[in-house]
Each structure stands twice: as structure tokens, then as C-alpha cells.
């Protein structure tokens, strides 16, 4: 049988909870020190960007987009190469939807300033008689900017499904 207080519930003082605010601190370190940064045409070829490349403890490369010449928004957030790498591999026909799900950020503009950006790093090439689509061009990122960015020949780069041979169309009969 349980044991009742003999004082009342009402008189029992309630603790109140103290409330600090937070302490100021500094920001958390970059993830990625800028090793150097470019400008680059955007994809309609109307504005300029300008980006870093990145490289962190683990020598591993990302990219980010620092300032619009057109005024269009975007995130200033680090992608990394690795996961740029991940997610475009094993398609045949990019396009910058396939870059959007790597932002947080939920500005409309930044996949296609990353495509901008990758293409004039020569990491992104264009596709065969496609435009709007792209290819990885098998260069990989650099601590200097890219002096020759023409796609790597198919021979001498890992052979995936995007190495079909090319078929010739038929001409028209009249």
C-alpha cells in the first residue's frame, strides 16, 4: 500500500529550471582550406563565377562557389570530389540535376555553378552530340589549375559503360 505525504501536493515548492544562455564560441574550423581559387563562365555563359578548390587533412579535394557576377543566389558550402565522384560515376549522361541531392543548401542555381565549375576544371567534358549533357573527362583534381582540359581518349582511361562504340546514322533515302 503506498504511504501518503502528510504534506499537501500544493505546498511542495516546484524547482525552477535556470536557464544560461549559451556561451559564445568560435565557429567550428573549415573542413577545407582554399588552396586556390578561379573564375569561370556560368552554363548559359551570361555571368561569371568564382569558386575555391579546397583541399583537406586527407588530401582529399572539394569545390564551392564563392561569388555570382549575375546576382543569382547560391550556397557557399564545400562539395567534396569523392562524393562528386560517387554520384557521377556510374552515370552515362549527366546533367546538373544529378548534382542537386549533394547540396544543402536549396538554391535552384547551384548544381548547374557546380557543372560550370567542374567543366572548367576539365573534370566535366561535354557529351557526344548531346548538349546539356556531360561527361567525366577521367582528369582528376589539382592543386594547380587545369592547363589542358580536353577528355582523356577512352583507351587510356578505365573502360566503363559510357565507351560504347559510336553508331553512324543511316543517310536518308529519297
Not at 8 to 37: D, L
Not at 134 to 157: A, F, M, Q, V, W
Request: net charge positive; with cysteine; glycine share 6%.
Amino acid at each position: 500500500m503506498p504511504v501518503k505525504s502528510k504534506v499537501p501536493a500544493k505546498t511542495i515548492p516546484k524547482a525552477k529550471a535556470k536557464v544560461t544562455p549559451a556561451k559564445p564560441s568560435s565557429p567550428p574550423p573549415e573542413p577545407y582550406n582554399a588552396i586556390r581559387s578561379g573564375t569561370c563562365s556560368s552554363l548559359n555563359g551570361l555571368n561569371t563565377l568564382t569558386y575555391e578548390v579546397g583541399i583537406d587533412t586527407r588530401d582529399a579535394y572539394a569545390y564551392r562557389i564563392t561569388a555570382n557576377t549575375g546576382g543569382g543566389f547560391f550556397s557557399p558550402e564545400w562539395i567534396d570530389w569523392g562524393l562528386i565522384e560517387l554520384t557521377l560515376n556510374p552515370i552515362d549522361q549527366i546533367t546538373s540535376f544529378n548534382l542537386r541531392k549533394l547540396f544543402q543548401g536549396q538554391s535552384a542555381n547551384n548544381a548547374g555553378f557546380l557543372v560550370a565549375i567542374l567543366r572548367a576544371e576539365g573534370l566535366l567534358g561535354p557529351y557526344p552530340a548531346k548538349k546539356r549533357y556531360y561527361r567525366l573527362t577521367g582528369h582528376k583534381p589539382s592543386r594547380t589549375p587545369p592547363i589542358d582540359t580536353t577528355p582523356i581518349p577512352s583507351e587510356n582511361r578505365q573502360k566503363d559503360s559510357r565507351d560504347k562504340p559510336a553508331t553512324a546514322k543511316k543517310p536518308n533515302k529519297k
